[in-house]
């Protein structure tokens, strides 16, 4: 597709269930990002990959959070046991590093959305 | 101290009128600076991006920084119903990482 893409678009969880949240970037793009949206709130950095290396994982909220990009392209988020204060929108965006560097642009999926009850 | 700060409003502004969106940051090595303008239950886009003190405009927008005073500006000339959006200020930080203010709600009132 000609846009990231994430899935699901929509999850509800129970509280203590691990969810897993997919992020497929732009074709050829090499960066990639997770950030976390609280509602009302801006984006909040999770963690950036450059091909299959995770550069910066410094935003994981805890160590229940884990995220990978094995061959470089697809992205997974997984976050285990599930608490109430994990609901938010989950965003991926990527970019090409020097298009990155020249302008900042990153282009966002439309997120994942997840409720935990 | 958060590292970008934003009101959050809801600032409203007639149609027609200049809409002044205002950002202050707390990292003097950030060297650029974007405005991202996200819809409601959308994902947020890219209209701006800065690097040097002064003004950028582009159509009916108008970027200012001053990094002196460690502050961004968007301005929104002729402001439309549909300018209306939360408008995300953004630094790149010292590890190059992208960091999000919390973000301005504007209501443009027709």
């Known amino acids: 597709g000609a846009g990231v893409s994430q899935s699901p678009r929509y999850k509800v969880a129970k509280r203590g269930q691990d969810v897993a949240l997919r992020c497929d970037p732009i074709?050829?793009?090499?960066?990639l990002f997770w950030y976390q949206q609280a509602l009302g709130q801006g984006p909040e950095f999770l963690t950036y990959?450059?091909?299959?290396?995770?550069?910066?994982k410094s935003g994981l909220p805890s160590d229940r959070f884990f995220a990978e990009r094995p061959e470089g392209s697809v992205s997974t988020l997984k976050i285990q046991r599930t608490q109430q204060e994990d609901s938010a929108v989950y965003l991926c965006?990527?970019?090409?590093?020097?298009?990155?560097?020249?302008?900042?642009?990153?282009?966002f999926g439309e997120g994942s959305r997840l409720t935990v009850l | 101290q958060k590292e970008v700060e934003q009101n959050s409003g809801p600032l409203s502004v007639p149609e027609g009128a200049i809409a002044s969106l205002n950002c202050t940051y707390s990292?003097?090595?950030?060297?650029?600076f974007f405005w991202y303008r996200q819809y409601s239950g959308k994902s947020p886009e890219l209209i701006m991006s800065i690097y040097s003190n002064g003004d950028k405009e582009d159509g009916r927008f108008t970027a200012q920084l001053n990094k002196a005073s460690q502050y961004v500006s968007l301005l929104i000339r002729d402001s439309q119903p549909s300018d209306s959006a939360t408008y995300l200020c953004a630094v790149k930080d010292r590890d190059d990482k992208i960091i999000f203010g919390k973000g301005t709600r504007l209501h443009i009132l027709p």
């Open positions: 965006a990527s970019s090409q590093p020097l298009q990155y560097q020249n302008t900042g642009e990153l282009f």
């Open positions: 074709s050829g793009h090499v960066s």
């Open positions: 990959f450059q091909n299959e290396a995770q550069l910066d």
């Open positions: 990292d003097r090595v950030s060297q650029s």
